[in-house]
Each structure stands twice: as C-alpha cells, then as structure tokens.
C-alpha cells in the first residue's frame, strides 16, 4: 500500500472504513467536497442531510461505482478501495442496499436469496452449483429475520414496497458483509413497518458495522447511535441526534433550504 | 415448501431434469426424426402423407433458423442482450463449412482445377491463400464452425461488456460489426467467393448433396443440432447461472453489487450462443447449397430477433417455434404474395410488440395461468418469464 494516512494505527485496524479528503465533481458541480469520514468496527452510524447532500454519491465511492477525483478511502485499515470494482468490494466484505429497493423482481424471494449466498462467484462455480442444506438453512433463517418466511415462493416483483426493502436487506444479510451501506431503508414504509426496520437494523448491528442514511428523524431516534450531518458534499455536524439537532448550522441548512 | 428446482444439484440427468415443457419438445423433435425420413422412404409418393424431398430440405433448414432463434433467445430472452447481429455468426459457421464442401468439389469444378475453387482460378489465383488450408478435412472445418464464432464474439464481447456497453449502442455496434463483415465478404479479394459467395456444391464426406438418403441424413443431423442446443440451453437457464443471467438481466447494478463480475458471465452466454448460431449456419449450407455475403445483411439479423419476440423471448422452445412459424410463413407467401411479405412481417412484428409482448408462448402461459387461478387462488408458481409488468 503506498500512501497509508498517518492518522491511522496500526497494525491492528482501527477503523473499517476510513474516508479522508474524498472528493467527486459531477461537470464541475462538486458531489463530495472533501468528505473525511471513519467508522469504528461494530458501529452504527446513521447520516442524515437534505436531499443532493453527497450522501448516496459517498456510497457509490465507497462501492467502486464512482472513482473519487481526490481522496482516501479505505476499508479495514489498509485495503484501498479506489482501486477495486464493484463486484470485488462486494466480494471484500460491503454490502449495498440501493436508495431505490432493487430486487430481482422476476425470481421468487428464495432464490433472490440464494442469489445473494456468500461464496465464489465465478462461472464455472455458478454454473454447477448446488444448493446444499447449509445453504438452504441459511436461507430460511434470514427469511425469518426479514419476515418473509411466508413468501419464500413469491416472485420478488409481487412484493410490496416495504417487503422489498426488508428482501434488499435479507439480500445483504446473505452476503455476510462486514460493513452494510443502507440508503433510506424506510422510505416508503408505514409506522409500524418503519419499527420494525429500527428493530431489524439495531439486531443486526450487534454483529456489523452499519452505516443508514435516512431522512425520517423518528427512525434515526429509534437507532439510538451516532449521527453524521452531510451537507453539500461535506461533514457539519458530528455527534448524538440530539446534540446536531441543536446545532444552530444544521437548523440554518434544514430552515433555510 | 418446495425449493426441489433450486436444490437439484448440477449432475441430474440433462433429460430428467428438464421442465415438462422442454421433455414435450425434446418428445416432438424425436417423433419428427423419426417421421419425417419414414415418410420420405416408405410412404409412396401419391399419398398424401409422403414428404417430398424437397420439404425435407426444407424443414432442415427451418431448423438450423430455430437454432439461431435459440442462441438469440438465449442472450436476449435471458440476459438482455440484444444482439442485432447474430446472423455474422450464422454466416461464418456458414462460410467454414461452404469452404469445406468447396474443396470437397475437387476438379469437378468448371475449370478442372483439383486444388483451387472456380473463383479463385476465375481471379488468376496461382495457390490457396494461406487461411484455406486445412479446410479439405471435415473435422478442421467443423473446428473452424465454433472457432471463428467463438473467437470473434469473445474479441467483441470483451471489448464491449467490459466497456460496459449496453442497450441500444450494444444493438448498435452488433450491426455495425455484421455490416462490416458483409461489406469484406463482397470483396472477390477477400477470397471467399465475393458478391456470389460459395455454391455449387457437390458432395460432403463422399455423399451426394442431391441424394435423398444425403438430405435425410442432413435432415437428422439438423434434428440432433437442435436438440443438443436445447440441452445445452436449457442447462444454462436452469443452473444457477441462468438465474445470475435473468439478474443481470432486470438489475444490473444489483448484481453487481451482489459480488457478481457481470462482464464475463455476458462474455461466457455470448460466446456459447455464438458457437451454437455458428453451427446451425454450417447445417443451412448444405441444405440450401449456397452461402453468400447476403446472410451478413443487417435485415437478416434483424429478422431473427422477429422470430424470438413472435414465438417469446425468454422460453427457449417459443424461440424455435417462432422461427419455425415466421419461416412457414415466408415460404408459403413469398410464393402467394411476393410483394407482400415484408409487410406482412413488419406487421407481425408490431402486432407481436403490441399484443403479445411475451410471444406466443409467455403470453399463452399468463392465459394459462391466469384460468388456474381463478380455479385455486392466487399461487406464486407463475414461470419467472412470464411475469406481467
Ligand atoms: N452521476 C451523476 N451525474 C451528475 N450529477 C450527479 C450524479 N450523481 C449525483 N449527482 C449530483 O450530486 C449531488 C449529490 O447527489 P446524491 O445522490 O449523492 O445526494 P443525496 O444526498 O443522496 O440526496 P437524496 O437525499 O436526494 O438521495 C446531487 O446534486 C446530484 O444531482
Ligand atoms: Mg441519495
């Protein structure tokens, strides 16, 4: 690794995902104006931040989607993930639920599942696979905690909006990723659905570190964890909901948009 | 619950693991093997259920089109490829195997020349190019029919999947690409014929192409050409593969993130569609005794992705039943109404993408469907293709 950022301690990893100056301009219109970022193994971070804040665009740099035009970013200390596609982040240990549910709306919700089995994902691999009872008892365990045991056999398309968010989660939990990236997980939910995606997302922090972006402030109280504000590309504010919600910067920036 | 489809592992039989639809066609093509070279033999030719010879060429070469509709569907239907210049492939297993029957002519030809074809002698051509070589042996041209389409699709889809070139410009360059071929075979130096392409035929692996007993044999292998190709086919989609492939298809960037490098399972579908195209063009040669630059024309490409969307992407047999169907149809109007045939398959085409955007086949199955459920209730059993948007 060639330039390993100064802050960082080691040789034991400090943090699972490190950001430091990370910038991305759209045709001069600066996405991301240098973003610095660190996430701590097993924590929960919600961000937050009016609409084209930067916060999906941090995403799609954190996933190899976007190459960032400056900037670090690194993933459990030392593996740099401006260098890396999609495909071998996710492999690395990332998983992704998109702003916009996207499921495989024309396979049923077992095999979305079975699709999202943590494992080689090569041809020849995929080609003969066979789904053995490990796998399959997997499988019905994250059913379980997605509440969708009883629609193993519904083509994902069928589904509602709320269940397709809780499926992309499902989907995530298959992966058995380290870092799960959640972009508004509850748009579009009820009350109680919104609940129960609070209580999903906390369970399944015990064990990942999470970062959610969201909108909806009573699903962020629900979280209980630390909040980033986002703000045209960059940080604004650090600290509990309750602490950012009484800086008077992010009062102007929501007041005042 | 029944998860049986998913569980299977990968060594179950190929015939015993194929859904119902797929043993019934297997059943038909067997009983069509069977009936068609009988009734050619047996039955005397003043019955009405003999099958002339001419027709037996005939359904040989609806065939080899029902295998190129099945390499198009398998790209198309289920990983959204849409390559509108699957007939390049076609052609070049075409043209290996017309080289082949061509030094197979030896000095019968006009000029009497025992080594080069009568193109080549009419040019003052002194000795075989060097790519010729070779072509007098069956077994490397039949090499040289899933070599030179394969090899080309990886060249090209390499460039293009990794490009991440999708949609409408993938279409595009497929065009560009088999026009291009057509404009270099039309060129006499190229040395493959030119603007007359390779003809006058005589005689593959020693058997008469005029013979009943030939066209038969080129009848049954056709037979066998598609079957295999529907094996083939219908392994893929059934694996896991083909399921990673329909997710590529609905959700790109989803299964991209899902950990799955979605260029080289395009690159790998691509390549094995193109090898099968490149083989159903080596059987319509000697069926129809000639090749010629024509079969690149971007039309011909175009007409092939008529007869998947007729007969329904996404099922392999409506891929074969709708090439099967649209080519009776030209047949039988190109003699009725000759003027009128191009119109008639723009129309179809358009009655096709307005009224049975599933084909055939997807839409007769949601018909099927939807009868069932009015009997038993709602279920979630309906084929993944033939969701309703
Ligand atoms: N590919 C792109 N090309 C051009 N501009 C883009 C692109 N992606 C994002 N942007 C712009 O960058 C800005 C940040 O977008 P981003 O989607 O990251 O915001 P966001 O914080 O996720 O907003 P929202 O809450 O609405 O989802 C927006 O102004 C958006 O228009
Ligand atoms: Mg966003």
């Given at each position: 690794?060639?330039?390993?950022?100064?802050?960082?301690?080691?040789?034991?990893?400090?943090?699972?995902?490190?950001?430091?100056?990370?910038?991305?301009?759209?045709?001069?219109?600066?996405?991301?104006?240098?973003?610095?970022?660190?996430?701590?193994?097993?924590?929960?971070?919600?961000?937050?931040?009016?609409?084209?804040?930067?916060?999906?665009?941090?995403?799609?740099?954190?996933?190899?989607?976007?190459?960032?035009?400056?900037?670090?970013?690194?993933?459990?200390?030392?593996?740099?993930?401006?260098?890396?596609?999609?495909?071998?982040?996710?492999?690395?240990?990332?998983?992704?639920?998109?702003?916009?549910?996207?499921?495989?709306?024309?396979?049923?919700?077992?095999?979305?599942?079975?699709?999202?089995?943590?494992?080689?994902?090569?041809?020849?691999?995929?080609?003969?696979?066979?789904?053995?009872?490990?796998?399959?008892?997997?499988?019905?365990?994250?059913?379980?905690?997605?509440?969708?045991?009883?629609?193993?056999?519904?083509?994902?398309?069928?589904?509602?909006?709320?269940?397709?968010?809780w499926l992309e989660i499902g989907m995530l939990l298959m992966q058995d990723p380290d870092l799960l990236l959640v972009d508004e997980p509850v748009a579009g939910m009820t009350d109680a659905?919104?609940?129960?995606?609070?209580?999903?997302?906390?369970?399944?922090?015990?064990?990942?570190?999470?970062?959610?972006?969201?909108?909806?402030?009573?699903?962020?109280?629900?979280?209980?964890?630390?909040?980033?504000?986002?703000?045209?590309?960059?940080?604004?504010?650090?600290?509990?909901?309750?602490?950012?919600?009484?800086?008077?910067?992010?009062?102007?920036?929501?007041?005042?948009? | 619950?029944?998860?049986?489809?998913?569980?299977?592992?990968?060594?179950?039989?190929?015939?015993?693991?194929?859904?119902?639809?797929?043993?019934?066609?297997?059943?038909?093509?067997?009983?069509?093997?069977?009936?068609?070279?009988?009734?050619?033999?047996?039955?005397?030719?003043?019955?009405?259920?003999?099958?002339?010879?001419?027709?037996?060429?005939?359904?040989?070469?609806?065939?080899?089109?029902?295998?190129?509709?099945?390499?198009?569907?398998?790209?198309?239907?289920?990983?959204?490829?849409?390559?509108?210049?699957?007939?390049?492939?076609?052609?070049?297993?075409?043209?290996?195997?017309?080289?082949?029957?061509?030094?197979?002519?030896?000095?019968?030809?006009?000029?009497?020349?025992?080594?080069?074809?009568?193109?080549?002698?009419?040019?003052?051509?002194?000795?075989?190019?060097?790519?010729?070589?070779?072509?007098?042996?069956?077994?490397?041209?039949?090499?040289?029919?899933?070599?030179?389409?394969?090899?080309?699709?990886?060249?090209?889809?390499?460039?293009?999947?990794?490009?991440?070139?999708?949609?409408?410009?993938?279409?595009?360059?497929?065009?560009?690409?088999?026009?291009?071929?057509?404009?270099?075979?039309?060129?006499?130096?190229?040395?493959?014929?030119?603007?007359?392409?390779?003809?006058?035929?005589?005689?593959?692996?020693?058997?008469?192409?005029?013979?009943?007993?030939?066209?038969?044999?080129?009848?049954?292998?056709?037979?066998?050409?598609?079957?295999?190709?529907?094996?083939?086919?219908?392994?893929?989609?059934?694996?896991?593969?083909?399921?990673?492939?329909?997710?590529?298809?609905?959700?790109?960037?989803?299964?991209?993130?899902?950990?799955?490098?979605?260029?080289?399972?395009?690159?790998?579908?691509?390549?094995?569609?193109?090898?099968?195209?490149?083989?159903?063009?080596?059987?319509?040669?000697?069926?129809?005794?000639?090749?010629?630059?024509?079969?690149?024309?971007?039309?011909?490409?175009?007409?092939?992705?008529?007869?998947?969307?007729?007969?329904?992407?996404?099922?392999?047999?409506?891929?074969?039943?709708?090439?099967?169907?649209?080519?009776?149809?030209?047949?039988?109007?190109?003699?009725?109404?000759?003027?009128?045939?191009?119109?008639?398959?723009?129309?179809?085409?358009?009655?096709?993408?307005?009224?049975?955007?599933?084909?055939?086949?997807?839409?007769?199955?949601?018909?099927?469907?939807?009868?069932?459920?009015?009997?038993?209730?709602?279920?979630?059993?309906?084929?993944?293709?033939?969701?309703?948007?």
């Open positions: 690794m060639t330039s390993r950022p100064a802050s960082e301690k080691t040789p034991e990893f400090a943090s699972i995902l490190y950001l430091d100056g990370v910038s991305v301009s759209f045709d001069g219109f600066k996405a991301l104006n240098s973003l610095s970022l660190v996430i701590e193994p097993g924590e929960m971070r919600a961000i937050i931040g009016p609409n084209g804040a930067g916060k999906t665009t941090m995403m799609d740099v954190i996933t190899g989607k976007t190459r960032p035009d400056e900037g670090e970013v690194f993933f459990k200390g030392n593996i740099d993930l401006t260098k890396h596609d999609e495909a071998y982040i996710a492999n690395l240990g990332i998983g992704r639920k998109f702003q916009k549910p996207t499921v495989f709306e024309s396979q049923t919700v077992f095999n979305n599942l079975e699709l999202s089995l943590k494992g080689d994902k090569g041809i020849m691999t995929t080609l003969f696979a066979a789904l053995g009872d490990a796998d399959v008892a997997r499988i019905m365990e994250v059913l379980e905690i997605i509440r969708l045991s009883e629609r193993a056999n519904w083509l994902a398309g069928n589904l509602s909006h709320g269940q397709k968010q659905e919104t609940e129960q995606t609070s209580d999903l997302l906390r369970k399944i922090s015990e064990n990942h570190s999470v970062v959610v972006v969201e909108h909806d402030m009573e699903f962020i109280r629900a979280l209980d964890t630390k909040v980033t504000v986002l703000h045209e590309g960059s940080v604004l504010a650090e600290g509990s909901l309750d602490v950012v919600q009484n800086n008077q910067r992010v009062i102007d920036v929501y007041l005042g948009r | 619950m029944d998860f049986s489809s998913t569980k299977k592992g990968p060594f179950v039989s190929l015939v015993t693991g194929l859904p119902g639809g797929g043993k019934t066609f297997l059943g038909i093509l067997l009983v069509a093997a069977l009936l068609v070279p009988l009734s050619n033999l047996l039955v005397p030719e003043s019955s009405f259920f003999h099958v002339p010879t001419y027709m037996v060429s005939l359904l040989g070469k609806y065939l080899s089109f029902a295998l190129l509709a099945l390499s198009v569907d398998l790209i198309w239907g289920y990983c959204g490829i849409l390559s509108l210049g699957h007939g390049a492939f076609f052609a070049l297993g075409g043209y290996a195997m017309g080289m082949y029957l061509m030094r197979q002519i030896g000095d019968r030809g006009v000029y009497g020349n025992p080594d080069l074809p009568d193109f080549m002698v009419f040019l003052n051509w002194t000795e075989l190019p060097w790519y010729w070589t070779g072509f007098d042996m069956f077994p490397v041209a039949m090499t040289m029919v899933i070599l030179v389409p394969g090899i080309l699709a990886f060249i090209f889809g390499w460039f293009a999947f990794r490009a991440r070139v999708t949609g409408v410009y993938l279409s595009i360059i497929t065009q560009a690409m088999t026009y291009a071929l057509m404009l270099a075979f039309f060129r006499n130096d190229m040395g493959f014929g030119g603007n007359n392409g390779l003809t006058d035929f005589k005689e593959i692996l020693g058997f008469d192409l005029q013979s009943d007993g030939t066209r038969l044999g080129l009848f049954v292998c056709s037979v066998i050409a598609l079957a295999f190709g529907y094996l083939i086919s219908s392994f893929i989609t059934q694996s896991k593969l083909g399921r990673v492939l329909i997710a590529i298809r609905d959700a790109e960037s989803r299964t991209r993130f899902s950990g799955y490098r979605v260029e080289y399972y395009k690159l790998f579908v691509f390549v094995v569609s193109a090898v099968l195209a490149g083989i159903a063009g080596a059987l319509y040669v000697p069926q129809v005794g000639i090749i010629n630059p024509s079969e690149f024309s971007p039309a011909q490409s175009i007409e092939v992705v008529i007869w998947v969307a007729v007969g329904g992407r996404g099922t392999l047999w409506g891929a074969v039943l709708g090439a099967m169907l649209v080519n009776w149809g030209k047949s039988y109007f190109t003699g009725a109404l000759p003027e009128a045939w191009l119109y008639m398959l723009g129309g179809l085409f358009v009655f096709t993408t307005l009224f049975l955007p599933k084909g055939i086949v997807g839409t007769s199955a949601i018909w099927i469907e939807k009868i069932k459920n009015r009997q038993t209730g709602p279920a979630s059993t309906i084929p993944a293709y033939v969701k309703e948007e």
